[in-house]
């Protein structure tokens, strides 16, 4: 079995139009294929590398990962003298992964890295995912070198990223008891010893994912007195390098229970400074999240498509009244709903991950030279599309990972409630997605200047222009009257002027945009290749109810009426 | 002086997934309805190769294989993987070689490869599951042979541990070198293939692949020549290669039916219901 060769719609994402430019970009004109005899020479060339990785990657998943899965949710890590454990299979997993090399697929090869962009690299955590979303957080931390990589001075560089390649694990420590979603609390300090010129790391950090990592990056408080954002660093801290990182616990969870959350006590943990100070939570910490978001974009597309996989396979081996249960009407609806919001997640997914990677790169290129004007505009148009679509990608892909794990027990019947189907453990590792790396209410906040400004209504209007096949003018149609309704409902909620009322009406506002960017992305698709068809339709008939629904909602809502809501 | 190792490996049909049209009508394999894929016990023999060659450091890991032209997919798979290169023996002179012709051509293809400290093979193949080509090209080579190896414990400059699994138990032994060894399935899994060697090897090529390449240029980046060898570059006796170096002849194929169920004995220790789990995965009777 290979989860990547076995699905077509990777293959396909991976040869979409906008590849070439982050290809070029990335590479430089190949200019590295003289150095590293793994660089590639041309642009066919780089796709067949992320093809071949890839396939590596889509073999562990379904070989050695998946099989795990099972026996790493009912064993869990543990906590030995203030030290992590991993579950037997988590090791496993872990140590194949190293030994293929396939750690830090995205940094630069000068660190013995593979260069890749973020797309391919976020299609490995879709496939990891799929296979054990718990682990899949252990393979996608090494998001935590793209901070180093990016902000950390060449010294930082050259002793950190080269581990991370040969497999050191990572973890980025923000939150503490007092300091979850604001993250403007945080308490931990950092103390610059002015003899030895070193910073250390004093205090407690809670929910701290695979806490007992190799490499950790931190958050603290590096400004006596200071009590805001602008008193906040970023800093670097070698967990191998002494005991003076406790584990004290770790905690018992509903679900991704391999991947063990960790409370902390730091004490006079010796650490390097990233970047500048001050900027910590303002800057790095900021640009460590949003990479974070795609990731948990990842993660729940892969667990929609294991969710989706296994509702199809009992259905289809279930027999119920004489015949297969996927052939009553119930049954296949729900398996073509699931099936249609898992391809609008991926869509939304790649998209956004192309976003990211053609500003991302433009960024990197600006570190070495100065960009062309046309150049400049185009980097900032895609970190504005960046900044849009990330938040609607991780609200959208996580909220349909519960559904789909949800009706895919459904589909399972009485058996999906016993722990012998995958189901079970999938719904409970999909409940997580919604809520960490920014709650979906959280993700709202951050899109909703986005419904606010009319930048997803600019986007919506280029997809619009977009030729699709001739077959689904009567669907493009619909999404015209569809982008109407948004329209009407953003100007009826800006013109309250009213902050709260926005929010009220936020979330409502960006889903319909949510949608109709999805269905634009599944008529791109359709078009481009049949297979995409039946979810353009299916999607899209789902999405204009769900439309409607909010349109009619904000249209009948007087302001006043957010009283009645309030609970006092 | 380096140690030399060469793993013997087979480009096999893959019998685990067979489909309808996997035997021809005179009970024969139909190859071509079949996935050509890397002799699994082959892999676990390479994998206690390039173990040995991490433990050794100056060591190297050759791996032979014979076959058609695609074969030499086998070799840069191995590559993939960790070994240092390996040799494609083909040519129409060994199109229906039974063991005895197939041990035959490799001994002397071995004989051409220098001095070999270790010979690796699987124990068998899974298209033939005869566990005689290990055996004969030991014999050929005058070399002593350990059978169903499942670890290399130890090796030292002039001899080799290790433990054989056996249908009763476990046997260590030890043997002199240079010996050839044939490795179990229950030894260690291959590793995965590594990112880079993968993307270092994947243009490793013979000279018939390169000249049959649809590319109209000639790649200058990252070239490896997968060396290819035909009889002219062995040294042989004509009539003991191929087809009339084969006396096995198949007479007739028959479906077997198994009427009367197998037994067997567990006792109540988890070990073995492990073990029973992991057979019936195996053979596909449940999962």
């Known amino acids: 079995m290979n989860y990547f060769n076995n699905n077509p719609a990777l293959k396909f994402q991976l040869s979409h139009p906008l590849m070439q430019k982050i290809v070029s970009l990335r590479e430089q004109n190949f200019s590295e294929k003289d150095l590293f005899d793994y660089a590639p020479k041309d642009f066919e060339d780089a796709i067949d590398n992320y093809e071949r990785v890839l396939e590596i990657v889509g073999e562990i998943a379904a070989d050695i990962i998946a099989p795990n899965a099972e026996s790493v949710d009912k064993e869990g890590p543990q906590v030995i003298n203030n030290r992590v454990k991993y579950a037997r299979g988590t090791q496993e997993n872990h140590d194949a992964l190293t030994q293929a090399g396939l750690y830090g697929m995205t940094l630069p090869r000068q660190y013995g890295g593979l260069n890749f962009p973020l797309t391919p690299y976020v299609m490995s955590g879709e496939l990891v995912s799929r296979a054990d979303a718990g682990f899949a957080n252990i393979w996608g931390l090494q998001d935590c070198a793209e901070t180093i990589a990016e902000f950390a001075d060449e010294e930082t560089k050259k002793e950190f990223l080269p581990r991370v390649c040969e497999g050191a694990t990572c973890s980025m420590d923000l939150t503490e008891p007092d300091a979850g979603s604001d993250l403007q609390a945080v308490q931990l300090k950092a103390t610059f010893n002015e003899h030895d010129g070193i910073w250390y790391l004093n205090g407690v950090k809670r929910f701290i994912t695979n806490g007992d990592a190799q490499i950790k990056l931190v958050l603290a408080r590096s400004e006596e007195g200071s009590a805001d954002a602008r008193g906040l660093s970023y800093f670097v801290a070698d967990n191998n390098f002494d005991h003076t990182i406790k584990v004290r616990r770790i905690e018992n969870k509903l679900g991704i229970k391999g991947s063990p959350t960790c409370e902390l006590v730091f004490s006079n943990t010796p650490a390097r400074l990233v970047g500048t100070r001050r900027m910590g939570l303002i800057k790095y910490v900021m640009s460590l999240m949003n990479g974070a978001r795609l990731g948990v974009g990842a993660q729940s597309v892969g667990v929609s498509q294991a969710a989706y996989e296994e509702a199809l396979a009992y259905a289809r081996d279930r027999k119920q009244f004489g015949k297969a249960i996927i052939e009553f009407p119930a049954v296949y609806e729900m398996l073509s709903i699931i099936k ?35 150049e400049r505009s185009e980097y900032k148009e895609y970190q504005k599309l960046a900044d849009a679509f990330t938040p609607i990608l991780k609200m959208f892909s996580s909220e349909y990972a519960n559904q789909n794990a949800y009706d895919s027990i459904q589909v399972h019947g009485g058996s999906g409630f016993m722990k012998d189907y995958a189901c079970e453990r999938i719904y409970r590792d999909a409940r997580i997605l919604t809520i960490y790396e920014g709650t979906s209410q959280l993700q709202t906040v951050a899109a909703i200047r986005h419904v606010t400004t009319g930048n997803y209504l600019k986007q919506i209007r280029f997809y619009q222009q977009q030729p699709i096949s001739s077959e689904f003018s009567s669907l493009r149609k619909r999404l015209e009257s569809m982008t109407t309704l948004f329209e009407n409902a953003v100007n009826r909620v800006n013109e309250s002027k009213n902050a709260e009322y926005i929010d009220f009406q936020a979330r409502r506002l960006v889903e319909i945009a949510g949608h109709i960017i999805m269905c634009y992305l599944l008529l791109t698709d359709a078009t481009r290749n049949d297979m995409f068809k039946k979810s353009a339709e299916i999607y899209l008939k789902f999405a204009e109810v769900e439309v409607r629904k909010h349109a009619t909602f904000i249209k009948h809502f007087e302001v006043e009426q957010i009283d009645r809501y309030r609970i006092n | 002086m380096s140690f030399n190792i060469v793993v013997l490996a ?17 009970g024969t394999v139909n190859r071509s309805a079949l996935a050509a894929i890397y002799n699994p016990e082959d892999l676990n023999a390479l994998e206690q190769a390039l173990r040995l060659k991490s433990k050794i450091g100056d060591a190297t890991v050759q791996v032979l294989t014979m076959g058609p032209a695609r074969a030499a997919e086998i070799i840069r798979e191995s ?43 699987g124990r068998q193949a899974i298209d033939g599951d005869t566990a ?22 130890d090796l030292d400059k002039d001899s080799i541990t290790v433990r054989r699994r056996l249908e009763r138990g476990v046997e260590i032994v030890r043997g002199p070198l240079p010996i050839l060894v044939t490795v179990n399935g229950s030894a260690a899994p291959c590793r995965p293939r590594h990112a880079k060697l993968t993307l270092k090897y994947k243009n490793a090529k013979t000279i018939s692949e390169q000249q049959t390449s649809s590319s109209d240029y000639t790649d200058t980046y990252h070239t490896y020549i997968i060396p290819e060898w035909g009889a002219g570059d062995i040294e042989h006796e004509p009539q003991w290669l ?5 006396p096995t002849k198949v007479k007739q194929i028959e479906n077997v039916v198994f009427t009367a169920k197998e037994s067997k004995q567990l006792t109540a220790v988890d070990a073995d219901i492990e073990e029973l789990m992991k057979e019936l995965i195996a053979n596909h009777t449940i999962g």
């Open chain 2, 10 to 26: 087979k480009q096999v049909p893959d019998t685990r997934n067979v489909g309808k049209d996997a035997m021809k009508a005179d």
């Open chain 2, 242 to 246: 191929g087809l009339s170096g084969s």
């Open chain 1, 340 to 374: 249609a919001k898992l391809d609008a997640s991926r869509a939304l997914l790649y998209e956004t991950a192309r976003f990211v990677d053609v500003y991302k790169a433009y960024e990197a290129l600006e570190a070495t030279r100065k960009l062309t004007p046309e």
């Open chain 2, 79 to 121: 590559m993939y993987r960790g070994a240092d290169g390996g040799f494609l023996l083909s040519g129409r002179e060994f199109a229906g070689s039974d063991t005895l012709a197939t041990s035959y051509a490799l001994a002397a293809a071995i004989r051409k490869m220098g001095k070999v400290d270790l010979i690796l093979s």
């Open chain 2, 132 to 153: 005689q080509v290990g055996p004969q090209v030991a014999e050929k080579l005058g070399f002593p042979q350990i059978t169903y190896a499942e670890e290399i414990i």
